[in-house]
């Protein structure tokens, strides 16, 4: 299995913008699919967004929609995720994860192989 590192992370005004990257130490394009979940303090991990290997689909959890954008680049190794208008509440550790092939893409369970995470934090 690929190795995933998770980079972008830091400390952002609420308002603000991160792009997030995930690096495989391998080639992903024979994953199905690659998403990006988040962790608060004392919360479950929560699925963020996924998307599709060849093919431009996207998935997103109903009240990120219009805030964060996932996209993937093959030839790079590399899957990222825009995040815009961000929120006090979007503080939390990003996880990438590679999916497994079964299962629904907003599941923990449906994923496999997971990075360290990335610290996302929004004050003022």
């Known amino acids: 299995q690929v190795q995933l590192v998770e980079s972008g992370g830091g400390l952002v005004q609420p308002g603000g913008s991160l792009r997030l990257s995930c690096t495989a130490s391998?080639?992903?394009?024979?994953?199905?699919?690659m998403g990006w979940f988040r962790q608060a303090p004392g919360k479950e991990r929560e699925f963020v967004a996924a998307?599709?290997?060849?093919?431009?689909?996207?998935w997103y959890e109903g009240s990120l929609k219009g805030r964060v954008i996932i996209s993937r680049d093959n030839a790079k190794n590399t899957v990222y995720l825009h995040m815009f208008r961000l929120k006090p509440e979007d503080t939390a550790v990003y996880y990438c994860?590679?999916?497994?092939?079964?299962?629904?893409?907003?599941?923990?369970?449906?994923?496999?192989?997971w990075g360290q995470g990335t610290q996302v934090s929004v004050s003022s």
């Open positions: 391998g080639s992903i394009s024979s994953i199905d699919a």
């Open positions: 998307i599709r290997d060849g093919a431009e689909t996207t």
């Open positions: 994860a590679t999916y497994r092939g079964l299962g629904r893409l907003e599941s923990l369970g449906s994923y496999d192989n």
